[in-house]
């Protein structure tokens, strides 16, 4: 799903809509093999795919510091985040996001279209990081056979229960090294 797929060109603004999609497109520079991101080493880290899928806007919001996380873990990739109305809506004016891609929800007679709009966006191909807090429909086995070099698939999993699941996202990125130390949070400090 490409901006030129909707019609329309591609722009720092809302682009364009096709089939209940919507996507809000961003650029920015490549980080390249080497480069340092936060004081480290990483591999390339130039394209982010970030599915939310669980529903609610409460949801988005759980996944919020997650994905600025990511952003300010790796500042000169592209983030897009998949996610449904009108959670997505809450993403289309946060700059750390470059691309918000509205799926279609799912319903009795279409029951696979959070599955079908995530293997279109895999389709689309050149992610280097797929991180997703969705496993139902086979989702999450769909996103750990994409041959994508790093994924995160479950952050939902096993929360000790006095740890607020906002927080246990951003604990397994860290333990996955693929965020920054402070990158929770713009003053440096994790909210719960």
Not at 79 to 100: A, I, K, N, Q, Y
Not at 109 to 123: C, I, K, Q, S, Y
Request: hydrophobic share 35%; proline share 7%; aromatic share 4%.
């Amino acid at each position: 799903m490409t901006n030129s797929e909707f019609g329309e060109d591609s722009r720092d603004a809302r682009s364009g809509s096709a089939d209940g999609a919507r996507l809000l497109a961003r650029s920015r520079t490549a980080v390249s093999d080497g480069d340092e991101v936060g004081g480290r080493k990483t591999a390339s880290v130039r394209e982010i795919l970030f599915v939310e899928l669980l529903g609610g806007l409460g949801d988005v919001l759980i996944s919020l510091q997650a994905i600025q996380a990511l952003a300010r873990s790796h500042p000169e990739a592209r983030l897009t985040v998949l996610t449904f109305p009108p959670g997505g809506e809450l993403l289309e004016c946060d700059p750390l996001v470059h691309e918000v891609v509205h799926a279609p929800k799912p319903d009795p007679t279409h029951p696979h279209r959070a599955r079908e709009a995530v293997e279109g966006l895999l389709a689309r191909g050149g992610w280097d990081l797929i991180v997703s807090d969705t496993s139902y429909d086979g989702i999450d086995d769909l996103i750990s056979g994409c041959g994508a070099p790093r994924v995160v698939t479950n952050l939902w999993r096993s929360p000790p229960p006095d740890e607020r699941v906002g927080a246990r996202f951003l604990s397994i990125l860290l333990a996955e090294g693929l965020i920054e130390p402070g990158a929770g949070s713009e003053n440096g400090r994790y909210v719960d």
